[in-house]
């Protein structure tokens, strides 16, 4: 579906309330908000969801890649390696097992909190590794507890299941953990719950919201899981046992981190599907965005304009000429907006402050068009200053439009004392008598009036050049008359 004023763009945000869809740019959103609130009525809005807006996770694996790499990640991996350093001393040279699991439970314990704040933070759509601060700030969710009762109920499954059914039901059984694992970890990571990683139709409720890339999904993982074994291997052929523990688990910790990342990313991809709601900030960060707030602001007075409300779209168009860089834009639509709302006063209002742009001499074909718009909408009308009858003078090619350039140099002579500025109007007038309306005289008339009156300035060469030129063409046409 696409938004109700922006046909071209997909609409993200869905107003129960004035039953709209509304593209991204549409949307207000305020700091810290998990949905923008609708432009019209101001109710919080619900999200269509990104998974066709966003690049799809399997064109992102350069971000899972490189997310180990990530400075806060490093911090981590670092620390944890030199906690594995420890453990590997110890559990090497105090053979006993109750301290030995102890350890190494504590060491998982570390690991598994980093990888679960991973992917709760990719799945918000911040893409920055946690740092050593936030990982604290999250360990009250205790997830070492819920995943070691996550592997029990596994395992004990696992058995009973072997007892019954033997070899081929135990297949089976590994077979669909291996095929629900990423499924088993989003749902531990973002509900918190051991119910929701292994109640099956919670696990089919993920499959399905994701579709089909699920099974994209589980192809990741499993390649991720052939890097980390191959890695391991090569770790534990080469090394002495009490040196390869910190590169063993540092390679755990390294392929883990990597493959969070691509849950939390699949979270963020498909929030909407799996019912999260994900912060709207970060949308707005992230992806399909008006990166500028003045083209954003420009889309809002869309909605406006097209809803009536022409006070809002004013106030919307002025805020958005404040930008140099966007007045001329902006302005043109206020200009256009009240010509057809026909109310005379609110167009002077803002064609003055068109006219008054200092670059106005950019959109010079534009500003010539916009004039003729206005002067035949309200003829009282007419850029008073200098610089926009030079600009609007300066555009004129066209014979016929000789009366548009009489009329922005009616009062041009007689003000010429009082604004010095006036110099760049005479010298564009005298200019389109002489290249546009072949008249010499006049143009040579207006140039001597201007040396005479300005002697000096910018004006002073082009002048003088143009003056030649005239004079030439003069006496080059006048043995034939
Ligand atoms: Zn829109
Ligand atoms: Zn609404």
Redesign the pocket.
């Known amino acids: 579906m696409n938004?109700?004023?922006?046909l071209h763009?997909k609409a993200l945000w869905h107003c129960n309330h004035c039953d709209t869809p509304?593209?991204i740019?549409?949307c207000d959103v305020e700091p810290g908000m998990h949905a923008p609130r609708c432009l019209l009525c101001r109710n919080h809005m619900d999200s269509y969801g990104i998974s066709d807006q966003v690049e799809p996770f399997w064109n992102k694996l350069s971000l899972f890649n490189g997310y180990p790499f990530q400075k806060n990640a490093m911090n981590f991996l670092g620390i944890f390696m030199a906690i594995a350093f420890v453990v590997g001393i110890i559990n090497s040279f105090i053979p006993i097992w109750l301290i030995n699991i102890a350890l190494i439970l504590a060491l998982f314990s570390v690991g598994i909190t980093y990888v679960f704040s991973v992917l709760t933070k990719v799945a918000r759509g911040e893409f920055d590794a946690p740092s050593h601060e936030e990982v604290s700030l999250n360990n009250s969710n205790n997830m070492t507890g819920k995943v070691i009762g996550l592997y029990l109920v596994l395992i004990g499954a696992g058995i009973l299941i072997g007892l019954s059914g033997g070899g081929t039901g135990l297949f089976i059984y590994v077979a669909a953990i291996g095929f629900f694992f990423p499924a088993m970890m989003i749902n531990l990571g973002m509900v918190k719950d051991i119910g929701a990683a292994v109640n099956p139709s919670d696990l089919l409720r993920t499959v399905t919201g994701i579709g089909w890339p699920y099974l994209l999904l589980v192809l990741f993982v499993y390649l991720i899981g052939v890097g980390l074994e191959f890695a391991q291997n090569t770790i534990y052929f080469w090394l002495p046992e009490f040196l390869s523990y910190p590169l063993i688990y540092g390679a755990l910790a390294f392929f883990y981190i990597m493959m969070f990342s691509m849950f939390g990313y699949v979270v963020y991809q498909y929030h909407a599907e799996l019912g999260y709601g994900i912060d709207a900030e970060q949308i707005m960060n992230n992806e399909n965005v008006q990166p500028i707030p003045e083209l954003r602001t420009l889309?809002h007075a869309?909605?406006y304009i097209q809803e009536g409300r022409f006070d809002d779209a004013e106030a919307a168009l002025y805020e958005t000429a404040k930008n140099p860089q966007y007045s001329a834009q902006a302005l043109e639509r206020l200009i256009k907006l009240n010509m057809a709302r026909k109310n005379p006063v609110a167009t002077v209002k803002a064609a003055r402050a068109y006219y008054d742009q200092k670059d106005l001499f950019k959109y010079a074909p534009n500003a010539l068009a916009l004039y003729q718009e206005i002067d035949s909408f309200e003829p009282r009308f007419k850029p008073m200053n200098a610089n926009a009858r030079a600009v609007l003078i300066g555009a004129i090619r066209n014979p016929k439009l000789l009366p548009v350039v009489e009329k922005l140099t009616t009062d041009m002579h007689d003000r010429l004392g009082q604004d010095p500025d006036l110099a760049k109007a005479l010298s564009a007038e005298a200019k389109f008598y002489a290249e546009v309306m072949n008249d010499d005289d006049k143009a040579i008339d207006l140039l001597n009036k201007l040396l005479a009156k300005f002697p000096h300035g910018s004006h002073k060469t082009e002048a003088e050049r143009l003056l030649g030129v005239c004079m030439n063409m003069k006496q080059t046409l006048s043995p034939n008359t």
């Open positions: 938004c109700k004023y922006h763009k509304f593209c740019d549409c889309a869309d909605v």
